[in-house]
């Protein structure tokens, strides 16, 4: 569609929009307060038109300054750009769209916004989004299934040009089978197979590397807290084989009691985890927890009960969450890379809504462990 075009449906609106927006008098008519030249009615919105007219340009020329073109002499841009700042105008975004047959809008579907790790997962998405020229509307899934199915589905309605889907209660099969209409970009674990963009973390990997430190400082008598046997898909399960994994490689028998799971990633269940540990009167020397929330409430539990961290019990988390370096001791944890994972998320998603038909990508972002207090070695 030509910029003409465009304006002349935008004109077209504007003119209905004018009609709607009238009042009618005492006596029954229809009434329409008059505007000078170059300048917005009272009540309206300010035009393409009303900007034009203010500059003394055509509403071509200001076209060419919103849209950043080149073809423009630099003292009519500054003159058009002043127009715009007396006026107030703003883009339509209504034009932006039948030019572009895009709504510049991105759905992003997260677990529970109530956990550090994924505010910050939306808060570096949303920047990563805006440098793009889009606007992030958030949803969230709590875990629930029936949700993320109906996200991958596309939410029953266009409105947005793609989504972001951080699945928790289905796993990425499920989740690639149920993909509707709209371009998705999955964050999670890897699926063979899928013709869905992926962001992944390499949890068990970093499940491994965790446990291998506590194996490094002597410690023996491990635990894992977090996993789930029904979500053996979830990052807490993952993170578990690596601490199989490790204590394996070290030559220590892999021993079911000696995983705790975990409803959710909280503080409660940290705690939880632990008075059931020592009311089963397992002995211990560390703890590898699937989160950082999860090892807060455990140190606090150790504490209550007269045990001391790291000396009697070492502990490590994940998410690297601010709180973690603040705690007393401070947390051993691991750091995903967030802002990356949330850059290359948007980055594939916007190259799915510009070329549908492009093959599949898979990004691991990084991660680190960052040691700290609550496994520092005794002595």
Not at 163 to 177: A, C, F, H, K, M
Not at 289 to 317: F, K, N
Request: aromatic share 6%; glycine share 8%.
């Amino acid at each position: 569609m030509s910029d003409e075009e465009v304006c002349q449906r935008l004109q077209r609106r504007e003119s209905t929009f004018r009609v709607a927006s009238t009042a009618r008098a005492r006596d029954g008519t229809v009434t329409a307060a008059a505007g000078r030249s170059g300048s917005a009615r009272p009540g309206r919105r300010p035009s393409v038109k009303d900007v034009a007219e203010r500059a003394g340009v055509s509403w071509k020329t200001v076209s060419n300054v919103v849209n950043n073109r080149t073809n423009v002499r630099p003292e009519t841009r500054a003159r058009v750009e002043a127009a715009i700042r007396e006026l107030g105008y703003r883009t339509s975004m209504a034009g932006r769209q039948l030019r572009s047959g895009r709504t510049y809008l991105l759905a992003v579907a997260l677990p529970d916004l109530t956990m550090p790790y994924f505010a910050h997962l939306a808060h570096s998405i949303i920047r990563s989004a805006e440098a793009r020229g889009y606007t992030v509307l958030i949803s969230e899934t709590n875990g629930r299934p029936e949700s993320e199915r109906y996200v991958a589905g596309g939410f029953d309605a266009q409105f947005a040009d793609g989504i972001i889907l951080r699945p928790e209660g289905l796993d990425s099969t499920t989740v690639t089978q149920a993909h509707g209409p709209l371009p998705l970009v999955l964050l999670g674990e890897r699926v063979d197979g899928s013709h869905l963009d992926h962001v992944i973390v390499d949890n068990q990997t970093s499940g491994q590397e965790t446990t291998q430190h506590l194996l490094d400082l002597g410690r023996r008598s491990l635990v894992f807290v977090g996993a789930q046997e029904s979500r053996q898909f979830g990052p807490g399960w993952l993170r578990m084989l690596g601490y199989r994994e490790a204590i394996e490689k070290a030559g220590i028998d892999f021993q079911p009691s000696r995983v705790v799971p975990a409803r959710h990633f909280t503080r409660e269940s940290g705690l939880l985890a632990v008075q059931e540990l020592l009311g089963r009167g397992l002995p211990f020397d560390g703890l590898v927890c699937a989160s950082d929330l999860i090892a807060i409430g455990a140190m606090h539990a150790l504490r209550r009960r007269g045990l001391r961290v790291p000396e009697d019990v070492a502990v490590t988390g994940w998410d690297n969450i601010p709180e973690g370096a603040y705690s007393n001791p401070t947390l051993t944890t691991v750091a995903p890379d967030i802002a990356t994972s949330a850059d290359r998320a948007v980055e594939l998603l916007v190259r799915r809504i510009e070329d549908q038909d492009a093959a599949p990508r898979e990004v691991v972002a990084g991660h680190k462990l960052i040691r700290r207090e609550s496994t520092a070695a005794a002595g």
